[in-house]
């Protein structure tokens, strides 16, 4: 009796191995963490599954200081969540590198792309070109030209920035003008004695200037743009002595569960689909052959400023709790 118990588990036990064995694949999951805005995000995503559906991804979206600051946590904890980050600044994604997080990814396809839009050792890649310049209303009753122009006294009380604590295109153009001679700590102590008003990110600040509550704003260039063809009352301005510009870099998390799903998605977008989603989105792309967004008129000059790179990683996380000491986090 008990030998033809023991037939019985075994033959059920081969029935379930071979229904297993032949049971359609499962579909690759792919965690993908991103501080793009929500639409762009989803219309990256919906592109990316439309050129690999078999792959599933899961996205959790916020500003990139929020991002590294959960990562950390995730860090500490010994249990990274994401697969593959698409993110604002190179310093972020240098600040991962040299703590071991990245994965290099040598066969990547850069092809078209500029040197300084890539990781030397391919740990991320440059998916666009981001600068921050300034918008203003445009029943502003000033048209700044200059950064120096937000520390008059025409200005006071009137204009906002997106918060370093948040914003990693403000993170990344406060550590570059901390640097430079012609700006540094002391710009900032102007801007405090104008009563700049510093909020969560760089939505916020596109909206209070757009209704008028504030006639200024440090802004990223695509979101001003963008507004002003919607029909936003917006001007936008490349102050002449230069702007900085991140790069909203991917790449693979050395911890990825899932690297070939990571790979294809770091492929797509450097890919010209991409790249070309990112012109739709109306941003420059970091693929120059690919074209630019219709707002950039035909000859117009952007003087991108140098930035240190390795330096402002060193330095980045004081100059933000030096920022939130004086304008409040």
């Not at 639409?39 to 919906?46: E, G, K, L, R």
């Not at 295109?169 to 001679?181: G, K, P, Q, W």
């Not at 790069?247 to 990825?256: D, G, H, L, N, R």
């Amino acid at each position: 009796m008990e030998r033809k118990h023991t037939i019985r588990k075994v033959a059920l036990a081969a029935a379930l191995l071979t229904s297993v064995s032949f049971a359609p694949a499962l579909a690759e999951d792919l965690v993908l963490y991103t501080s793009q805005p929500d639409a762009d995000a989803t219309a990256t995503v919906d592109a990316f599954k439309a050129a690999n559906p078999d792959i599933e991804v899961e996205i959790f979206r916020s500003g990139t200081s929020d991002l590294m600051t959960k990562l950390a946590a995730e860090f500490a904890a010994g249990s990274p969540q994401p697969d593959v980050l698409l993110i604002a600044d190179a310093v972020s994604m240098e600040t991962l590198k040299k703590d071991g997080h990245l994965m290099a990814y040598p066969e990547a396809n850069v092809e078209g792309f500029e040197a300084a839009a890539y990781d030397a050792d391919k740990t991320y890649f440059g998916s666009k070109l981001i600068t921050t310049g300034i918008a203003y209303n445009t029943k502003a009753a000033e048209k700044p030209e200059h950064w120096s122009d937000l520390t008059g006294e025409a200005y006071k009380g009137l204009t906002i920035m997106p918060s370093p604590l948040y914003s990693g295109a403000a993170a990344y153009m406060l550590s570059a003008f901390v640097e430079r001679d012609d700006l540094g700590w002391d710009y900032f102590e102007k801007l405090k004695a104008n009563e700049l008003v510093s909020v969560r990110g760089n939505g916020a600040v596109l909206k209070s200037v757009a209704s008028g509550e504030k006639a200024y704003g440090i802004l990223v260039d695509f979101m001003a743009m963008n507004a002003k063809k919607d029909g936003s009352p917006i001007e936008f301005v490349f102050p002449e002595e230069g702007v900085t510009a991140v790069t909203e870099p991917v790449a693979i998390m050395s911890t990825a569960k899932n690297a070939d799903a990571a790979k294809k998605f770091v492929d797509f977008i450097l890919s010209d689909d991409g790249q070309k989603l990112a012109l739709t989105q109306g941003y420059l792309p970091a693929k120059p052959s690919v074209g630019r967004p219709d707002w950039l008129p035909e000859g117009t000059e952007i003087t991108i400023m140098s930035v240190d790179v390795p330096k402002v990683v060193g330095e980045i996380g004081a100059n933000k709790e030096k920022f939130s000491s004086m304008f409040g986090g």
